[in-house]
T-cell receptor
Framework: GQNIDQPTEMTATEGAIVQINCTYQ??????LFWYQQHAGEAPTFLSY????GLEEKGRFSSFLSRSKGYSYLLLKELQMKDSASYLC???????????FGKGTMLLVSP | SQTIHQWPATLVQPVGSPLSLECTVE??????LYWYRQAAGRGLQLLFY??????ISSEVPQNLSASRPQDRQFILSSKKLLLSDSGFYLC???????????FGQGTRLTVV
């Protein structure tokens, strides 16, 4: 089975940097995903890591350590529109289903 | 380009009534298809997934069922809704050779 943990809520200030952590214990691993979900909307894909290391995409970066079962999403130069829930998801082997964590609600204040 | 359509956007149904939510994907062939549910304060829970026509795998015992009558059509159904079936239902697709899953806009179901 899969167990994914991430903080429930985080707050940060506009222009700052925030790191959202995710730890996982899985029976099989074929990649880790981060999604952004605004209230009442569908999740949208942010990043994907399958090998150890840092993946950078604009203001967002994601890091993975497979040996530690650990990932983080780093958001730089925070904007008000970044207020959303951030979902960590692990892809298993076989049929490639995604198991999601409960999400971290990020509130960006002025 | 690929698009995914899911309808209706919102639905209010009485307890004991049937349910049918439809999802279609355009611009791709033989996608993997998924139904997720997101209850208030909880994460996305995988309900069903399908790797081909007529092939449905259920992740958790539910008052729900799924069908895939065509390659790019995925339907979520229930014969009798329960109050606990309320939630945000999301359809998604992915390709085996690809990485991320793409989500439809979701259906907000309220069972009263």
């Amino acid at each position: 089975g899969q167990n994914i943990d991430q903080p429930t809520e985080m707050t940060a200030t506009e222009g700052a940097i925030v790191q959202i952590n995710c730890t996982y214990q899985t029976s099989g691993f074929n990649g880790l995903f981060w999604y952004q979900q605004h209230a009442g909307e569908a999740p949208t894909f942010l990043s994907y890591n399958v090998l150890d290391g840092l993946e950078e995409k604009g203001r967002f970066s994601s890091f993975l350590s497979r040996s530690k079962g650990y990932s983080y999403l780093l958001l730089k130069e925070l904007q008000m529109k970044d207020s959303a829930s951030y979902l960590c998801a692990v892809r298993d082997l076989g049929y490639s289903t995604l198991t999601f964590g409960k999400g971290t609600m990020l509130l960006v204040s002025p | 380009s690929q698009t995914i359509h899911q309808w209706p956007a919102t639905l209010v149904q009485p307890v004991g009534s049937p349910l049918s939510l439809e999802c279609t994907v355009e611009g791709t062939s033989n996608p993997n298809l998924y139904w997720y549910r997101q209850a208030a304060g909880r994460g996305l829970q995988l309900l069903f997934y399908s790797v081909g026509i007529g092939q449905i795998s259920s992740e958790v015992p539910q008052n729900l069922s799924a069908s895939r009558p065509q390659d790019r059509q995925f339907i979520l159904s229930s014969k009798k809704l329960l109050l606990s079936d309320s939630g945000f239902y999301l359809c998604a697709w992915s390709l085996e050779s690809d990485t991320e899953a793409f989500f439809g806009q979701g259906t907000r179901l309220t069972v009263v």
